[in-house]
């Protein structure tokens, strides 16, 4: 199924899931608390960390290439200094204004080439929507306060992880197998696993061997690995499952 939003709601959830982090950290005691979906982080560390992935590809998109990301010394690498929120609000302004400036069709590299997921600014601001989502929930969970993603965010979240993240990881290690995922809020997915990689929404060739079941927002967090399997309904072979969430590890 197709759920991607417009670009203009896309540049909007990138705003408002960048708020929320940084409500999240405003509200923290201690900068320097760990981030439970990535122990080696502390709340500082995720700041920093999402800041330039933000600056790196507001350049990227500025770049207009799709052949290859801008050389090192051009992709947006600043030290925070002392302001870190002021620095990570400035990220996420830069990055905003490149992908309005860009436009949805404008070509632009990316990491996600092997999936064949597009190459356009587009795609890029679909994925910063998740990167920025994922990251919200990390900071507060940190401070004890964790949220749902809302459900524009979680619904394509779940296509997008099938499609690019899990379509680029090249060749599954294991038997083939057929999964498919179903949100209770009714939109369903099917990815068949085989020496040839990921492919989501295959034609239709038989049953899954085993599917996940739960809300949009907790798929997504357990395909990153944010909540354990065990907080999802699964049906028929677990083994699978677990199998497909070690391979798809995802920070």
Known sequence: MNSTPPFSELL?????RSAALRDAVVAAPDPTVRIPGCPDWSLTDLVTHIGGVQRFWAATVAAGDDSGPPPPGQRGEQDPGADL?????????????????AGPEAPCWAWWAESGAPLTVGAVARHQVQEAAVHAYDAQEA????????AAVAVDGVSEFLTVCLGSLGSWPHRPARVGFHAVEGPSW?????????????????????TLRGTASDLVLALYRRIPLSDIRVDGDRAVADQLLDWSKMD
Do not use: C, M, N, Q
């Not at 040839?196 to 085993?210: D, H, I």
């Open 143 to 150: 401070v004890g306060k964790p949220e749902t993603l809302p």
């Open 190 to 210: 099917i990815l068949d696993l085989s020496p040839a990689g990921a492919k989501a929404g295959p034609a239709a060739s038989g049953e899954p061997v085993t």
């Open 12 to 16: 909007a959830l990138i705003e408002s």
């Open 85 to 101: 929120l002021g620095w990570f609000s400035e990220s996420t302004g830069l990055l905003l204004d490149a992908l309005r400036a």
